[in-house]
């Protein structure tokens, strides 16, 4: 394509009404505008100006011309203000990703931010597989649990707390596990993330290695596993039907807490957090929608119950 920057400097020339008016508009001195315009003439063998002392007085070449340049101008300033825009005023569609157990908290955290952002739409990508944030072109990902190095840039959220968890009716047949040993005897579920698999061929059972402290107390864990899941809600789910024991996220199941579908078993027993990130592509600034969104994030993940701070 060939310079567009001639068209437009021909352009403010006109609107402006001279050279040196055009010159200050541009930021160029009128000499620079003056050779700008006279190198577009000379390249297509055409005269666009009249020049006098006192004002330019278009040709008949340069009246064909000008409403192309014009439109020219009108749609780099539009082209600009629409960067501003979305440097400045939350807009688009904002593409969010997150694990499933993590997709009901999106709503609430963003919820206000679509209240006062009419222009921004939403759309949510709910998936425990890891999606690529370019061929997804995602803006932001919620993930759980420890990052590998990657080009992505990452911002702490909070930490989420993992306890262990039973339906009240699994209680009742298995009976409530009060030291951490008696954890061994029970059923448990597993997700796939956690769980290490027996080696092929082996009629082993899959387990799960995980810490309990209490004080200066520390018991390390090796359980088997009877039920796995790749789907932290389905293991909840599981859970709450009184399938067995599961380590799930503290604030994803607050609510079952609070109405009796589960129960915490070892509550004095404290396991490490994991941490909840979001993660967005590298770039040299972030979007208007994307601070915002972000900024909602942070807000809602620093006051959810069942998480400790970033």
Same mark, same amino acid.
């Given at each position: 394509?060939?310079?567009?920057?001639?068209?437009?400097?021909?352009?403010?020339?006109?609107?402006?009404?001279?050279? =040196?008016?055009?010159?200050?508009?541009?930021?160029? =001195?009128? =000499?620079?505008?003056?050779?700008?315009?006279?190198?577009?003439?000379?390249?297509?063998?055409?005269?666009?100006?009249?020049?006098?002392?006192?004002?330019?007085?278009?040709?008949?070449?340069?009246?064909?011309?000008?409403?192309?340049?014009?439109?020219?101008?009108?749609?780099?300033?539009?082209?600009?203000?629409?960067?501003?825009?979305?440097?400045?005023?939350?807009?688009?569609?904002?593409?969010?990703?997150?694990?499933?157990?993590?997709?009901?908290?999106?709503?609430?955290?963003?919820?206000?931010?679509?209240?006062?952002?009419?222009?921004?739409?939403?759309?949510?990508?709910?998936?425990?597989?890891?999606?690529?944030?370019?061929?997804?072109?995602?803006?932001?990902?919620?993930?759980?649990?420890?990052?590998?190095? =990657?080009?992505?840039?990452?911002?702490?959220?909070? %930490?989420?707390?993992?306890?262990?968890?039973?339906?009240?009716?699994?209680?009742?047949?298995?009976?409530?596990?009060?030291?951490?040993?008696?954890?061994?005897?029970?059923?448990?579920?597993?997700?796939?993330?956690?769980?290490?698999?027996?080696?092929?061929?082996?009629?082993?059972?899959?387990?799960?290695?995980?810490?309990?402290? %209490?004080?200066?107390?520390?018991?390390?864990?090796?359980?088997?596993?009877?039920?796995?899941?790749?789907?932290?809600?389905?293991?909840?789910?599981?859970?709450? %039907?009184?399938?067995?024991?599961?380590?799930?996220?503290?604030?994803?199941?607050?609510?079952?807490?609070?109405?009796?579908?589960?129960?915490?078993?070892?509550?004095?027993?404290? %396991?490490?957090?994991?941490?909840?990130?979001?993660?967005?592509?590298?770039?040299?600034?972030?979007?208007?929608?994307?601070?915002?969104?972000?900024?909602?994030?942070?807000?809602?993940?620093?006051?959810?119950?069942?998480?400790?701070?970033?």
């Amino acid at each position: 394509m060939n310079d567009l920057k001639p068209y437009a400097v021909f352009a403010e020339t006109v609107a402006a009404g001279s050279m =040196s008016a055009a010159a200050r508009r541009l930021g160029m =001195s009128p =000499s620079a505008v003056s050779q700008t315009i006279r190198a577009l003439e000379q390249g297509f063998g055409v005269t666009l100006l009249h020049r006098s002392t006192r004002k330019l007085t278009l040709t008949e070449a340069g009246a064909r011309c000008y409403p192309h340049c014009l439109r020219l101008l009108e749609a780099a300033t539009a082209a600009g203000d629409s960067l501003l825009q979305a440097r400045d005023a939350p807009s688009g569609e904002l593409r969010v990703a997150a694990p499933v157990g993590f997709g009901f908290h999106i709503a609430p955290a963003l919820a206000p931010v679509l209240a006062a952002w009419p222009q921004l739409r939403l759309r949510l990508l709910v998936d425990d597989a890891m999606i690529d944030l370019i061929d997804a072109r995602i803006d932001i990902a919620i993930r759980v649990g420890q990052l590998p190095d =990657s080009r992505w840039v990452a911002r702490r959220l909070c %930490q989420l707390e993992v306890i262990l968890c039973a339906a009240p009716a699994y209680i009742e047949r298995h009976g409530m596990p009060d030291t951490p040993q008696a954890l061994a005897g029970h059923h448990w579920l597993g997700a796939m993330r956690e769980t290490t698999e027996a080696p092929t061929g082996g009629d082993l059972a899959p387990f799960i290695d995980f810490a309990l402290q %209490q004080g200066a107390l520390r018991e390390q864990l090796r359980i088997d596993v009877r039920i796995v899941s790749n789907n932290q809600l389905s293991l909840q789910q599981m859970c709450e %039907q009184g399938m067995g024991l599961a380590r799930l996220g503290h604030a994803d199941v607050h609510a079952a807490l609070e109405r009796g579908a589960l129960v915490r078993v070892l509550p004095h027993w404290q %396991q490490a957090p994991l941490p909840v990130t979001a993660v967005t592509p590298r770039r040299d600034q972030d979007p208007a929608k994307v601070r915002v969104a972000l900024a909602a994030l942070q807000r809602y993940f620093a006051a959810l119950p069942g998480t400790r701070p970033a």
